[in-house]
Nanobody
Framework: EVQLVESGGGLVQAGGSLRLSCAASGFRFDDYGIGWFRQAPGKEREGVAGISGGDGRTIYGDSVKGRFTISTDNAKNTVYLQMNNLKPEDTAVYSC????????????????????WGQGTQVTVSS
């Protein structure tokens, strides 16, 4: 059984930083990769970052490029999302998601490509 558990969310002032963690069980990032998504109230789910299985290439949403970094610790089976220079518009519930098959890097921002989802962690950025 695949389980994804996010942590690290919270309240931060604009310009601050947070690091989210997603601990996985029953799933290996090396196999199919993993992604981070976010959803703000009244908005559609948005792909934030993804890391592909095998070669570890990364992809980011346009709104977070240069500010967010996705990384993995395979020994801990954990994926991280380092978020710097946070803005109020980054406020959302952030979730990690794992696919059930290989997803091309340029499709990792599509939520329907993912089969397993964590419960999410709230990030609130105050102005």
């Amino acid at each position: 059984e695949v389980q994804l558990v996010e942590s690290g969310g919270g309240l931060v002032q604009a310009g601050g930083s947070l690091r989210l963690s997603c601990a996985a069980s029953g799933f290996r990032f090396d196999d199919y990769g993993i992604g981070w998504f976010r959803q703000a109230p009244g908005k559609e789910r948005e792909g934030v970052a993804g890391i592909s299985g095998g070669d570890g290439r990364t992809i980011y949403g346009d709104s977070v490029k240069g500010r967010f970094t996705i990384s993995t610790d395979n020994a801990k089976n954990t994926v991280y999302l380092q978020m710097n220079n946070l803005k109020p518009e980054d406020t959302a519930v952030y979730s990690c998601a794992a696919p059930a098959a290989v997803v091309p890097l340029n499709e990792m921002g599509n939520s329907y490509k993912y089969h397993y989802w964590g419960q999410g962690t709230q990030v609130t950025v105050s102005s």
